[in-house]
T-cell receptor, first 115, second 113 residues
Framework: NAGVTQTPKFQVLKTGQSMTLQCAQD?????MYWYRQDPGMGLRLIYY???????DKGEVPNGYNVSRLNKREFSLRLESAAPSQTSVYFC??????????????FGPGTRLLVL | GNSVTQMEGPVTLSEEAFLTINCTYT??????LFWYVQYPGEGLQLLLK?????DKGSNKGFEATYRKETTSFHLEKGSVQVSDSAVYFC????????????FGSGTQLTVLP
């Protein structure tokens, strides 16, 4: 049981390049999330997917797209990377616990540097 | 909207000292409250949680009590260890359809031997 896995661990891009960050979970969770973490700002939600086939914007969606490929996988795509997207990206998944209170489980993160 | 305010760090303590990291929140309704910990170079791990008023979450010697009257969820540990050095995040989730987590900005804790 690997939990939430993310690839790659680290990536350097030039401005304007595109890339896809991959996330997979093996916990049979319905909901999946993408966050970015910037110094002094905690984590901010980019996109989330409440179930297979659905996606919704979070707090900071501009410049990103997502795909919920199946129940296990949720990818984040940067079509044209900008230096402002330099950050650490975390994927998470969640299960609904008793009373509808969800606990999110996080992957190890992807460090992205855009030059 | 929802918000979480944590005490600013960094916090530096000697081993076996008492730890308190303050967290207050603003939310509509009755959110669930969480503390996550991030060790250097790793992702976030759930440390503890509480889902209703007066609940106490506890794990690994850490405790936090959900105080609705003061909208607080302060993290405490009676005797910290060097291995507790990490960044601690307070977070809340409401019962809205988004089920989103709102995070505080994080508090860096360093414990010296």
């Amino acid at each position: 049981n690997a939990g939430v896995t993310q690839t790659p661990k680290f990536q350097v891009l030039k401005t304007g390049q595109s890339m896809t960050l991959q996330c997979a979970q093996d916990m049979n969770h319905n909901s999946m999330y993408w966050y970015r973490q910037d110094p002094g700002m905690g984590l901010r939600l980019i996109y989330y997917s409440a179930s297979e086939g659905t996606t919704d914007k979070g707090e900071v969606p501009n410049g990103y797209n997502v795909s919920r490929l199946n129940k296990r996988e949720f990818s984040l795509r940067l079509e044209s990377a900008a230096p402002s997207q330099t950050s650490v990206y975390f994927c998470a998944s969640s299960v609904t616990t008793t009373g509808g209170r969800e606990t999110q489980y996080f992957g190890p993160g992807t460090r992205l540097l855009v030059l | 909207g929802n918000s979480v305010t944590q005490m600013e760090g960094p916090v530096t303590l000697s081993e076996e000292a008492f730890l308190t990291i303050n967290c207050t929140y603003t939310a509509t309704g009755y959110p669930s409250l969480f503390w996550y910990v991030q060790y250097p170079g790793e992702g976030l791990q759930l440390l503890l949680k509480a889902t209703k008023a007066d609940d106490k979450g506890s794990n690994k010697g850490f405790e936090a009590t959900y105080r609705k009257e003061t909208t607080s969820f302060h993290l405490e540990k009676g005797s910290v260890q060097v291995s507790d050095s990490a960044v601690y995040f307070c977070a809340l989730s409401d019962q809205g359809s988004a089920r989103q987590l709102t995070f505080g900005s994080g508090t860096q804790l360093t414990v010296l031997p």
